[in-house]
Nanobody
Framework: QAPLVESGGGSVQSGGSLRLSCASE????????VSWFRQAPGKEREGVAA????????DYADSVRGRVNISHDSAKNMVILHLSNLIPEDTAIYYC??????????????????????WGQGIHVAVSS
């Protein structure tokens, strides 16, 4: 089984909402930096949001701040990304990423993608105007 399983996503109209989930059976998932990245057609991959499942750290990219919420469901070993007020520019493949290194590395999630140990397969989000 893949270490990360993403679900959710799909097609919505502008202003709509979507819920993406990243589930894992990794024993280290309970104390890991879990982040979401996205890659739009013809563009470079960019960070969306991150949190540390074993602590209080969370962060958002400026491009989505105020429209995105990241949370951790410890009972289900899952990290959820809730996207709201979606715009066509949010159309992309969204990837879950897990860094199992010490917690102090999590604040570097956006710029240090080499810290990621596992990547999800990606899930498509399409926003129409």
């Amino acid at each position: 089984q893949a270490p990360l399983v993403e679900s959710g996503g799909g097609s919505v109209q502008s202003g709509g909402s979507l819920r993406l989930s990243c589930a894992s059976e990794l024993s280290t998932f309970r104390s890991a930096c879990v982040s979401w990245f996205r890659q739009a057609p013809g563009k470079e991959r960019e960070g969306v949001a991150a949190l540390y499942t074993g602590g209080d750290f969370f962060d958002y990219a400026d491009s989505v701040r105020g429209r995105v919420n990241i949370s951790h469901d410890s009972a289900k070993n899952m990290v959820i990304l809730h996207l709201s007020n979606l715009i066509p520019e949010d159309t992309a493949i969204y990837y879950c990423a897990v860094n199992t290194k010490p917690a102090w590395t999590c604040p570097m999630w956006y710029s240090r993608t080499e810290l990621v140990d596992f990547w999800g397969q990606g899930i498509h989000v399409a926003v129409s105007s």
